[in-house]
C-alpha cells in the first residue's frame, strides 16, 4: 500500500498511519488539499486568529493565574475576558464555563457534575 496520494485526491492510496483516508475518484472540493489530517480527536490544528489572540500569553503575560502578582493577574482578567465572551455567546452566566486542560479532564468534571446532579440535584 502506498504512502502517498495524488493531490487531487483521485487516488484510492491510504496513508497507512489510518489519518488519511479516501477512495474517491471524484476531485477534492475547491481549497481542500492532500495530505487531510484528520485525528482531531487526539489534537486540533490552532486557528490563526487563536494563536495570534494567544501569543502575549505565551510569550509575555504567561503567569500562573491563580498567583498574585502581576503576571498571573493579567493571565487571570484574559481568562476571565474570554470566559464571559464565551458564556455571552452561548446564552450562559460566566460561573456556567469552564475551561480544562483537555479531553480527559473535561470528561472527569462532566462525570462528576453528573453525579452531584443525579445525588443532590441540580446546581442553581
Known amino acids: 500500500m502506498s504512502n502517498e496520494m495524488s493531490s487531487n485526491g483521485s487516488s484510492n492510496d491510504m ?7 479516501t477512495g474517491s475518484a471524484k476531485p ?8 487531510l489530517y484528520m485525528d482531531n480527536h487526539a489534537t ?14 505565551l510569550t509575555e503575560w504567561y503567569g500562573n493565574p491563580s498567583s498574585v502578582h502581576r503576571f498571573g493577574q493579567k493571565s487571570r482578567h484574559a481568562i476571565d475576558e474570554a470566559r464571559s465572551q464565551v458564556a455571552s455567546l452561548i446564552g450562559s452566566s460566566d460561573n ?13 468534571e462532566t462525570a462528576a457534575a453528573v453525579i452531584v446532579a443525579i445525588t443532590e440535584g441540580p446546581m442553581d
Do not use: H, K, Q
Request: proline content about 12%; glycine content about 14%.
Open 15 to 21: 496513508v497507512n498511519n489510518g489519518l488519511i483516508i
Open 28 to 35: 477534492l472540493p475547491a481549497g481542500v488539499t492532500l495530505p
Open 44 to 57: 486540533t490544528p490552532m486557528d490563526p486568529r487563536v494563536l495570534e489572540a494567544m501569543m502575549p500569553y
Open 96 to 108: 456556567e464555563i469552564s475551561f480544562t486542560g483537555g479531553g480527559t479532564e473535561a470528561r472527569g
